[in-house]
T-cell receptor
Framework: AQRVTQPEKLLSVFKGAPVELKCNYSYSGSPELFWYVQYSRQRLQLLLR??SRESIKGFTADLNKGETSFHLKKPFAQEEDSAMYYC???????????????FGKGTKLSVIP | KAGVTQTPRYLIKTRGQQVTLSCSPI?????VSWYQQTPGQGLQFLFEYFSETQRNKGNFPGRFSGRQFSNSRSEMNVSTLELGDSALYLC????????????????FGPGTRLTVL
């Protein structure tokens, strides 16, 4: 079974400071990792996925298979980054042909002006 | 393109009752997944439907069930409601096609807030 752990429930940083949201996973196969974000009163939406190795809104995340981590980073936090961030793992359910997302419990990022 | 819609947005029920929630996926999306979100447990996968068939199921009791119609719309039903079923129920749709080897992004609806008294 797969598991995603986000050790911090709440992370507060000052505007302009670097941000790192931690995510660790356990999965015996080859995972696909994602970060989802939920801004206040908005829907859950995909922020980035490790496969595309992209930078969205200044955020990046590198999959480290040795440490089974997928930490989300941004060099300079902005007030509009305040939101709930969820790390998620997609593991193909063998035999079912479908994928399901396993989410971490989320980290609330608060950027202090 | 219209996003995923869920109805109703809010529901209040009492213990022992049953409830049906509805989800309309993005046009062209054939896979619908349901998740339960609570402060204590976070987001937990309930089940996924594709082409009117349940393809995958999470670790929830049989009181939780669902179905999908030919137009890909989906409903989930919770029978004999318990206080612990109070949660935000999220629906997500994706283009997922049988046999695809890659992950298809899931697009989430706004959720239905269920309160059980």
């Amino acid at each position: 079974a797969q598991r995603v752990t986000q050790p911090e429930k709440l992370l507060s940083v000052f505007k302009g400071a670097p941000v790192e949201l931690k995510c660790n996973y356990s999965y015996s196969g080859s995972p696909e990792l994602f970060w989802y974000v939920q801004y206040s009163r908005q829907r859950l939406q995909l922020l980035l996925r490790h496969i595309s190795r992209e930078s969205i809104k200044g955020f990046t995340a590198d999959l480290n298979k040795g440490e089974t981590s997928f930490h989300l980073k941004k060099p300079f936090a902005q007030e509009e980054d305040s939101a709930m961030y969820y790390c998620a793992l997609s593991a193909r359910d063998s035999g079912a042909g479908s994928y399901q997302l396993t989410f971490g419990k989320g980290t609330k990022l608060s950027v202090i002006p | 393109k219209a996003g995923v819609t869920q109805t109703p947005r809010y529901l209040i029920k009492t213990r022992g009752q049953q409830v049906t929630l509805s989800c309309s996926p993005i046009s062209g999306h054939r896979s619908v997944s349901w998740y339960q979100q609570t402060p204590g447990q976070g987001l937990q996968f309930l089940f996924e439907y594709f082409s009117e068939t349940q393809r995958n199921k999470g670790n929830f009791p049989g009181r939780f069930s669902g179905r999908q119609f030919s137009n890909s719309r989906s409903e989930m039903n919770v029978s004999t409601l318990e206080l612990g079923d109070s949660a935000l129920y999220l629906c997500a749709s994706s283009k997922a096609v049988t046999g695809t080897s890659g992950y298809n992004e899931q697009f989430f609806g706004p959720g239905t807030r269920l309160t059980v008294l």
